[in-house]
């Protein structure tokens, strides 16, 4: 597509900024947030003419790379209508472009932005805040349909200029060769950190950061606990849940942490085995006294898309608790140990263990 004629561009990108602006606005309510993100799909889909699609498991994911399952262009699109999470992620990317502004103002912040789909909306409303001089994009994208659309949207909008590269590959075996980049950007995940590869693609450009980056989100924290969802969802549709529910829910403890600092320490202690490994070292977990029936094994996703911004649980469905009903009934005593895969098919992987009643005594 070449660029639109230059009043209907224009046009367009006022258009981003209002989008924009409703987006970023932490008053809004959630009503407003889901009408701005449903505009913006309506614009975008016009211009680079991939359709959307409902969220069918058989459209969800439409490859399985060596680093997990890699979803459709259409379901990547409708990605975007998880409002108060694209709302909450744009505040932070525009709060750290502007704080790297305000500290180094003869500086152009450079992103990295993997898997934008083809609405790549992280790169497209930033426009409506900053010039091709302020900031500069490398965009990583692994389908074709949707590299060749979010492609299609840089032309029609005349965005070239805040393109440093934009690659068709795989962002887990990216190699950084261009300006240092200061903010790194990604949202390729479901909750519990399963089936996509959130965890590899940060693992492998981390450590290519500028000394000084920011990530976004900054810190992915999985944690333990044991729960009763019919208590939980006893009278109600969602979220608020049963208070009397989540009176129940005993925490076990931090699973893992994926974030800035565990990623470069681990990579500055280890760097060949590093690069190697399949398996992350998580704790086992010894069952309390239960309490009621609150003994489901349950993954809950805590997400800090900035230092001091939480994407809280019943806000995003990446935050929904994961209710892991494979493993037994959990009962006091039980070992459950834990790794997390990487590989084709990334996420926890449990082994529940009961000792056997024993009689005689050491």
């Not at 950061?209 to 109600?236: C, H, M, N, Q, Y």
């Not at 992350?280 to 009621?292: C, G, H, Y």
């Amino acid at each position: 597509m070449t660029a639109l004629p230059t009043p209907e561009r224009d046009r367009r990108r006022g258009h981003l900024r209002q989008l924009g602006d409703v987006l970023i606005n932490p008053e809004e309510p959630v009503e407003r947030l889901r009408a701005a993100c449903a505009d913006l799909e309506e614009i975008l889909i016009e211009l680079h003419g991939v359709p959307s699609a409902v969220t069918a498991e058989d459209q969800r994911y439409r490859h399985a790379s060596d680093f997990g399952e890699v979803i459709s262009p259409g379901y990547a699109i409708s990605t975007m209508q998880d409002a108060i999470r694209t709302a909450k992620f744009l505040r932070v990317l525009v709060a750290a472009i502007r704080k790297r502004r305000a500290e180094r103002p003869d500086e152009r912040v450079h992103i990295l932005y993997p898997g934008p789909g083809p609405n790549a909306p992280f790169f497209i409303l930033a426009t409506a805040y900053f010039s091709p001089e302020e900031i500069g994009y490398t965009m990583i994208e692994y389908m074709q349909e949707s590299f060749d659309g979010a492609n299609r949207l840089i032309q029609a909008l005349a965005f070239e200029e805040y393109v440093n590269d934009f690659q068709h590959g795989d962002a887990v075996l990216y190699k950084h060769a261009g300006p240092p980049a200061h903010i790194l950007i990604a949202e390729i995940m479901q909750q519990g950190l399963r089936g996509e590869p959130q965890f590899a693609i940060f693992k492998n450009l981390v450590p290519q950061l500028a000394e000084d980056s920011d990530i976004i989100p900054f810190r992915i924290e999985l944690r333990a606990g044991l729960t009763d969802p019919e208590s939980e969802f006893k009278g109600v549709k969602g979220y608020p849940l049963a208070a009397a529910g989540l009176a129940l829910r005993q925490d076990l403890g931090r699973i893992l942490v994926l974030d800035q600092e565990t990623l470069i320490e681990r990579h500055k202690r280890e760097p060949k085995k590093y690069a190697r490994l399949q398996d992350w070292e998580t704790p086992d977990f010894k069952a309390p006294p239960v309490i009621s029936n609150a003994t489901t094994f349950t993954v809950f996703t805590i997400i800090h898309i900035g230092e001091d911004v939480e994407l809280r649980e019943g806000e995003s469905g990446l935050t929904m608790p994961l209710y892991r009903r494979d493993i037994p009934v959990i009962a006091p005593g039980d070992d459950i140990r834990c790794k997390f895969k990487l590989g084709a098919t990334p996420g926890l992987v449990f082994e529940h263990v009961r000792p056997r009643m024993r009689i005689l005594q050491d």
